[in-house]
DNA sequence: GTATTTACGAACGCTCGCTATCTATACTGT
DNA sequence: ACAGTATAGATAGCGAGCGTTCGTAAATAC
């Protein structure tokens, strides 16, 4: 690594290329496993050769030998199949909120293998790394996983996130966590490559990657805070850290940002607390509405939606002034980077097809190319799943030199 | 490339991966020559590796090489030195522009062979094709390069740009513009890889590749028209092919895009027309001021920056609105994007300072992460040099089979 | 029970890169 | 002026890996 070497050598890392080469054929058809004729069509290396590296594969726990598949009906002698052993590499994902504890544990090829969830009444930093420690292991021991074979772990936390120190630079939900030094409190139970990333981005990855594909995605997490991931062509953007703050647009004409504020100017005016906030108003302003009626005084953001859903004009008034207000703040960053999709997760989501098709109209008064607009369909397992996928796609990375760019699927 | 292979293969790709190795390090030291110790060094290949590349590449016509550096005073034998041979695969670069068409010729190391410039006063569609070829053959006369040696070509034209099927959508100075296929026109007379794209995404290349490195850059052309590319680690980001359209960011609050207008809001906002529009305004309302006397009846969009410069307040009032209206627009995408840095250039970068101070202090106030805001230093060669570094892109990635990652430079 | 089909396994030959050695060249010190 | 030395280039031998070819094993079809 000191070396500014590059990519050639000696024979040995001919035979390290073409055993990952190996390896990521198998891993590109998933959970299916192949049998030698195809992995040698698929890489386009000779029969030895591949045979050669799956023995390898085998020894090494990379692959595990399946017996021939009864449902093979095919003439001749039945042909020996090999998959990953998911086992041999385990991931772990964190998603820690200043609510909600979850951890995930995955296979080699993706597969969930456990997922814990801890829900508590608001902790402090400390109460929080013991929970922390508790879930994961939990999770580990419901996996059937030791905690040394998990061989990558990405955290999620809140807040703007800086990649390299590990450090968490804005977090006003959990007093003092901005000061404890998360990785290193994993690494300290996994002893493993651990990594800390933004919520939303994490949300943003695993989007992307239940998407599939190639282009740029636009994830957008509206809750209480709001926040955006960017993932192009399967990489996620960070810019120089803090991409994706959209909570910090400014909305009205005079709007600046407040650095004493943990709020943006988005998030004040259309986060679920502002929406509940502005239901709360029209109810009031109206009190005959569906919407006074079904909310009443502990009127809720899913009150608003639920009223606007049935077609309450002054509910719908308020999703409209929202949606509005929305789209203009998004319209400028669509223009900009041309997104194949925008989708929309976290907890105002659910609003459903209400919320969306307003937004949707209003942005197609405000761009040019219009991105297909989505609700996220992971809802709320969405951070711990791109946490896992972060983990996996470093394990990966880290196994394999190759980066095998193939044209077709 | 009909089969789905990978990387891998026999010996023989070994060998590829290790002259293409040695073929980038030469590369990345760009006009200097390079001893055959320092690419050992530099490759972590053996001697005898390298020095059977060299031989290969210099037969190939690749590399040539060089006499002992008289100034090289060292002991021992002195080193025999090779350095790219330009001449190997020269690129052409192609601006297009409604009253002016630019074309470079570069070398393979990048340095430019000739650059010849024609205006005119508006041509239409079918003189604009023969004023290209006319352009093309001067470009290549003087740098004295046969057509046939062209090893790639990239056209820049305004409008959103089809990236595979080579077509231009929406370009409103050029009638009849659009219905053109410039890439096969280019095609006809080069007889090489042609590409088209945007030109405002080509100056970003060009900026980007000048400052160098790595991050996120959000490059502006600003003049009549407004756009912008956007340059992530080296890529071009083009979303689904219209990126960086800021010109049709909404401004006012009830400002929408209208689909027949082939400007956008902010474009008819802050566009060179509409600052000297307001300068003129602003001129009639304040006769004695500094702007009124610079400019008179004819005021032009220098002579606001000009009289700003001066302290006129009257004209530094217009550039406060102007870079108000802008940064406020701006905002957004630099939240989203964070970028490291934002160029601008074009017209009216030629403003300077005054400019860029009043954007600064308005983006600092709606931004988290404070980008650098510079000039471009390009001026108005940025397109063609952009183009010609795609070029040179494409060749490239044609001829490394390896896409050969360094961590330091 | 035999023929056919499919897949696995082993031996041979080829190419390539690395290590080690030798030769060539120019500067330096006496 | 001549020998010494330091650096760079050229050459042989070795090892490793891949690809081709042949032989063998196991299942199905007739």
Known sequence: MSKGTVGGGGTTMLRRINVASVLDAVRRSAPAPLRVAELVERTGLARPTVAQ????????????????????RSLGRPAIRVSLRGRAAPVLGLDVGPHRVTVGVSDLAGRKLSLVRRSGPGWTAQELLGVISEVINEALAEAEVPAEDIAAAVAASPGIVDEHTGRVQLVPSVP???????????????????????????????????????????????????????????????GTGAAGEIGF????????????????????????????????????????????????????????????AERDPVAQAVVQQVARAFARALAPSVLVLDPTAVVIGGGVARAGAVLLDA???????????????????????????????????????????????????
């Open 53 to 72: 590296a799956v023995d390898e594969l085998l020894d090494a726990g990379w692959l595990q030998q399946h017996g021939p598949d009864s449902a093979d």
């Open 176 to 238: 003092g966590w901005s000061a404890i030094d998360l990785i290193k409190h994993v690494r300290g139970l996994l002893d493993c490559p651990v990594m800390l990333d933004n919520d939303a981005n994490l949300a943003a990855l695993a989007i992307a990657a239940a998407r599939g594909g190639t282009g740029t995605l636009l994830a957008v997490q509206w809750g209480e805070r709001l926040g955006a991931g960017i993932v192009i062509d399967g990489r996620l953007h960070r």
């Open 249 to 308: 647009i400014a909305t009205g004409p005079d709007d600046v940002i407040n650095p004493d504020d943990s709020r943006g100017p988005l998030e004040r005016a259309v986060g679920s607390e502002a929406i509940a906030a502005l239901g709360r108003q029209a109810a009031l302003d109206n009190p005959q509405s569906r919407l006074a009626e079904l909310g009443g005084e502990q009127l809720d953001t899913a009150d608003v939606f639920a009223a606007a």
């Open 359 to 409: 937004i949707s109209d209003q942005l197609r008064l405000l761009t040019l190319n219009h991105p297909k607009l989505e609700l996220s369909a992971l809802a709320e397992d969405a951070v711990v799943t791109g946490a896992m996928r972060m983990a996996l796609d470093e394990v990966w990375q880290r196994k394999l030199p190759t980066p095998a760019m193939t044209s077709t699927t």
